[in-house]
């Protein structure tokens, strides 16, 4: 592959003067390919130091600079080719100081110029490419999105649900603030819509995905997408896939929209082979099911033998993942579970959050102490509640209302563990948030202060007053 890179500058150095704007801007896009098709990072590494300050290179990207400012120097199909090339190759390394940026600022005036000409599939090349770029170009994303929420339906005719499902995918995966306009999402929803059953896996679960993280919950694509996935063979399905649709369905779809029998048949699929998820795949299927299915399903039990006959597995979890494997695995006493299994389950769990206790954030920290202060008192490990009580002191005004009253449930849980001080602290915190909680706050409040052995009936008298006023402003 590096040899195919050599002979390829050395042929568009040969043949220079005979190539017009659009030839070099081929052979730029040429040159990123080969980068893109390097075996293993260090192969790319030395095509990308070869390339540096390569003066075939520096003459492409300087006649790039002007094609793109002659709107039709380029078609754009080279257009789009090229500017796949740029975000490549600046990715990689390989434009050096080649592009500066009055060429990125360019690109982004020449795509916003050239929309009415772009296919979508194009417009998607684009996209992705200048998503690809560490400088955020809101204005492109911005005016792309407005296009298409306007687009005659002549710009739509033909589109490929691949298309539409890489766009959403592209958008979701921008920061928030480059998403204003989000009319554009409607009209993508729209094309999609009856046309899941002829799309592929990837594109079926690339879709739901990013409707999910675009935080669209359209639950006539989501059930589509589900009967399309039904009607196949989920064993197809790869790895990728697999978890992506895992991901979408625990927060994009709620379970009475779906297909009947579409969680147990996911389940089947997953619990076939335990083994093709890595760490990620698992706690995302746990957490999943336990959105989909009850917590006696027997995919939780299979789950949990794989998991106690897989310990070296709790070595890789990274710290996002133990929080949320602890929360679902809070609901242990309805997994039907033997006891063996829970013990060592426990245990696997306890020694991975400890692990993982320094790199945990603080609502994390919340979140797994409630959690493990939820199951039964064999299981629990009093040294480690004292650990995740020492982390969380002194940082309870970074947390919401929510995990404020979590964090005093928890501390009213396993109350013999901690100090009579961390508690005081945490009561201290609740009470100056009391003003500005909802009513199933101050029911978790008021559960916890019944629950603890000092008991503070001034702070309960305050608080079930609190909830009354609600329960009788809500009936006014």
């Not at 982390?391 to 563990?417: F, P």
């Not at 009936?457 to 006023?469: C, F, I, K, P, W």
Request: one cysteine or more.
């Amino acid at each position: 592959m590096a040899g195919d890179c050599h002979r390829l500058l050395q042929f568009i150095e040969d043949h220079m003067a005979e190539c017009d704007s659009l030839s070099r801007a081929y052979g730029l896009y040429h040159i990123a390919r080969c980068v893109d098709r390097a075996d293993g990072r260090n192969q790319r590494s030395w095509m990308v130091r070869a390339l540096e300050g390569h003066r075939v290179l520096a003459a492409l990207v300087a006649d790039l600079h002007s094609s793109i400012e002659q709107d039709d120097a380029l078609t754009p199909a080279a257009f789009s080719g090229a500017v796949w090339a740029v975000a490549k190759l600046l990715t990689e390394g390989g434009l050096g100081g080649h592009l500066e940026a009055q060429l990125v600022d360019r690109v982004a005036d020449a795509v916003r110029r050239r929309l009415h000409k772009l296919t979508p599939r194009q417009l998607t090349t684009l996209l992705w490419s200048l998503s690809k770029l560490p400088r955020p170009l809101t204005d492109v994303f911005t005016d792309s999105a407005r296009w298409m929420a306007e687009a005659p339906a002549s710009f739509w005719e033909g589109c490929e649900p691949r298309s539409i499902a890489q766009l959403l995918a592209i958008y979701a995966a921008l920061p928030s603030q480059h998403v204003h306009n989000t009319a554009f999402i409607d009209v993508l929803v729209a094309r999609l819509r009856g046309r899941a059953s002829g799309a592929d896996f990837h594109t079926l679960s690339t879709a739901v995905f990013a409707l999910s993280r675009l935080g669209k919950r359209d639950h006539v694509i989501f059930k589509e997408v589900a009967d399309a996935v039904m009607e196949r063979e989920m064993a197809d399905m790869s790895v990728k896939d697999l978890s992506r649709v895992m991901v979408a369905y625990s927060c994009g779809a709620h379970p009475k929209n779906l297909p009947q029998g579409f969680a147990d048949r996911l389940a089947d699929c997953i619990r076939r082979d335990f083994g093709r998820l890595d760490c990620r795949g698992l706690c995302n299927a746990v957490w999943t099911f336990s959105k989909m299915v009850p917590f006696d399903h027997p995919f939780f039990r299979q789950l949990s033998v794989f998991l106690c006959g897989s310990p070296q597995l709790f070595r890789h979890f990274e710290a996002p993942d133990v929080s949320q494997m602890v929360l679902v695995y809070a609901n242990v006493e309805a997994m039907s579970l033997d006891q063996d299994t829970e013990n060592q389950l426990f245990a696997l769990l306890n020694r991975s959050v400890r692990l993982q206790l320094k790199w945990l954030d603080i609502q994390a920290l919340v979140d797994t102490l409630w959690g493990l202060s939820r199951v039964r008192k064999g299981l629990r490990d009093h040294h480690l509640f004292a650990e995740l009580v020492q982390h969380i002191e002194g940082r309870e005004g970074k947390l919401s209302n929510r995990q404020l009253c979590r964090l005093l449930s928890a501390l009213a849980n396993v109350e013999g563990c901690v100090s009579e001080r961390s508690i005081a602290r945490v009561k201290e915190a609740v009470k100056g948030r009391l003003g500005s909680m909802g009513g199933r706050e101050l029911q978790m409040v008021a559960g916890a202060l019944v629950r603890l052995r000092v008991r503070d009936d001034d702070m309960l008298m305050e608080v079930q007053g609190r909830e009354r006023q609600m329960r009788t402003d809500k009936k006014g």
